[in-house]
């Protein structure tokens, strides 16, 4: 078996986006820092999201029913740093946050590379996290944002494709 430190060691190789996962109803207001996110299949488009079964946020989406994906850009690693920290309350973490919302209700981050608003179809703990099946209501994208990723313990900037037709000053 593998023990810990060898697992978030070999993790930590692992690059990923970062994106803070929010929820809104009548089991409250949420929001967390995640890495762990994937794609599963596009008919019907759903995604994979882990959230720690410790965590309040993880009681407060599976009461909700519904979270949002907001994958952040690179100048929105203050958000990921005050939605990681335990003790930052809910309040303070939406504070400095420009948001709104789309179908669901959670709330969609303003200036993120993507915000998918999602429903739970299902959910199943694995260890320490439940994995959430989400089903994405609407989506909402900017392809000129540069995207922020997590990998080597860091945070690390990744650069916008270049838009199509556009003119090299």
């Excluded at 692992?14 to 994106?19: E, F, T, Y």
């Excluded at 005050?82 to 709104?100: L, Q």
């Excluded at 209700?105 to 320490?128: F, H, K, N, R, Y």
Aim: glycine fraction near 8%; charge should be negative.
């Amino acid at each position: 078996m593998v023990d810990k430190t060898s697992f978030r060691e070999a993790m930590a190789g692992l690059g990923a986006a970062v994106n803070i996962i929010t929820s809104n109803g009548e089991g409250g207001l949420a929001g967390c820092t995640v890495s762990a996110v994937c794609g599963i299949t596009d008919e019907p488009p759903t995604l994979l999201v882990c959230i720690n079964r410790g965590s309040k946020n993880n009681e407060v989406v599976r009461e909700n029913g519904c979270l949002c994906v907001n994958v952040l850009a690179a100048d929105q690693q203050d958000a990921a740093i005050r939605f990681s920290s335990k003790s930052v309350s809910v309040e303070e973490r939406f504070a400095d946050v420009e948001w709104d919302r789309l179908v669901t209700g959670a709330p969609v981050i303003a200036g993120t590379v993507s915000a998918l608003d999602c429903e739970v179809a299902s959910m199943m703990d694995v260890g320490t996290h439940t994995m959430f099946l989400c089903e994405i209501k609407a989506v909402r994208t900017r392809n000129d944002r540069d995207a922020l990723i997590y990998f080597g313990r860091n945070f690390h900037s990744v650069e916008a494709p270049a838009v199509k037709g556009a003119v090299a000053a």
